[in-house]
């Protein structure tokens, strides 16, 4: 069966520091990949989405970035967080748009 | 803004009394989904149902799309407690195959 993991579950990390929030997928191949974001108690923003190895389509200009160095990992970064950054992050996957399967998501925190 | 709207944005009922959130959306879609989220966690995937029906059921949950008004209902039967959490459609727009938009999403809490 698929299954999807993400980590960290939460971070507190200071204005102007890196991120890196990592996504994996098992138990399918060449899916596609999505990162959101949620601000407390609001929908879902789609922040990044891929559909193969290297392909990253941005949806929304911002201080993040996306990576997919595998096909089934899907990184998102930062080189300088902002307080703006701060939320909670979501990574998914599905076959195509059939139902997305949705990790347990990150909680950020910039301070 | 190209995101679904649904309404209400928060609903409070009690145990064994129904539960019906709505949702609207902008364009055309392949299909509408509906999900679950509680508190601090992902979303669930709960029911699909394609541009070409009306009414589809799951359970107790039963969803109703109207294409002409682009408009879609989810209806939670004999609520339970264990319900209570966050709905959000999602629309699969003919114009990009490759995204779902989500709704702003409906708070539901059943008191036991």
């Known amino acids: 069966s698929q299954t999807i993991h993400q980590w960290p579950a939460t971070l507190v990390q200071p204005v102007g520091s890196p991120l890196s929030l990592e996504c994996t997928v098992e138990?399918?191949?060449?899916?596609?990949l999505y990162w959101y974001r949620q601000a407390a108690g609001r929908g879902l923003q789609l922040l990044f989405y891929?559909?193969?190895?290297?392909?990253i389509s941005s949806e929304v200009p911002q201080n993040l970035s996306a990576s997919r160095p595998q096909d089934r990992q899907f990184i998102l970064s930062s080189k300088k967080l902002l307080l703006s950054d701060s939320g909670f992050y979501l990574c998914?996957?599905?076959?195509?748009?059939?139902?997305?399967?949705f990790g347990s998501g990150t909680r950020l925190t910039v301070v | 803004s190209q995101q679904g709207e649904e309404d209400p944005q928060a609903l409070s009922i009690q145990e064994g009394e129904n539960a019906t959130m709505n949702c609207s959306y902008k364009?055309?879609?392949?299909?509408l989904q509906w999900y679950r989220q509680n508190s601090g966690r992902g979303l669930v995937h709960l029911i699909l149902?394609?541009?070409?029906?009306r009414e589809k059921h799951s359970g107790r949950l039963r969803v109703t799309l109207d294409t002409s008004k682009k408009s879609s209902s989810l209806l939670i039967t004999a609520s339970r407690a264990a319900d209570t959490a966050s709905y959000f459609c999602?629309?699969?727009?003919?114009?990009?195959?490759?995204?779902?938009?989500f709704g702003t999403g409906t708070r539901l809490q059943v008191f036991p």
């Open positions: 891929s559909v193969g190895i290297g392909q």
């Open positions: 998914a996957w599905s076959p195509g748009n059939y139902g997305y399967t």
């Open positions: 999602a629309t699969d727009p003919i114009y990009n195959t490759d995204k779902l938009i």
């Open positions: 138990g399918t191949s060449n899916p596609n």
């Open positions: 364009t055309s879609i392949n299909n």
């Open positions: 149902i394609r541009s070409n029906e």
